[in-house]
């Protein structure tokens, strides 16, 4: 069973950048699919990115697209959530997960992943 935890979420200002890590144990990440999902205080927990497990396919939600990359290092068991251009709305603590399922597509949705991380809060202030 793989164990992730998500770290670099702080307080920054509009406009500015800032990249999450999560890291992955008990696991080998080349194996798994990997998302970045957020949830802000009072909504539902959201779809940010993700990254297949095969090929480097990557996929964005349209509200972080051109802003936020994923990318994975998998030598060192870790996903990477690189966040410019941010905004307020972009406040919310961030959750890193990971799937093992090939057979499962809908990597856009909370069901599309077994683990999930503890979270990092990102604030951006205005």
């Known amino acids: 069973q793989v164990q992730l935890v998500e770290s670099g979420g702080e307080l920054v200002q509009a406009g500015d950048s800032l990249r999450l890590s999560c890291a992955a144990s008990?696991?080998?990440?080349?194996?798994?699919?990997m998302g970045w999902f957020r949830q802000a205080p009072g909504k539902e927990r959201e779809f940010v990115a993700d990254?297949?497990?095969?090929?480097?396919?990557?996929y964005y939600a349209d509200s972080v697209k051109g802003r936020f990359t994923i990318s994975r290092d998998n030598t060192k068991n870790t996903v990477y959530l690189q966040m410019n251009s941010l905004k307020p709305e972009d406040t919310a603590i961030y959750y890193c997960?990971?799937?093992?399922?090939?057979?499962?597509?809908?990597?856009?949705?909370?069901?599309?992943?077994?683990?999930w991380g503890q979270g990092t809060q990102v604030t951006v202030s205005s």
């Open positions: 997960a990971a799937d093992q399922r090939s057979w499962y597509s809908r990597r856009d949705l909370v069901d599309g992943y077994s683990y």
């Open positions: 990254s297949r497990r095969s090929g480097g396919s990557t």
């Open positions: 008990g696991g080998t990440l080349s194996m798994y699919a």
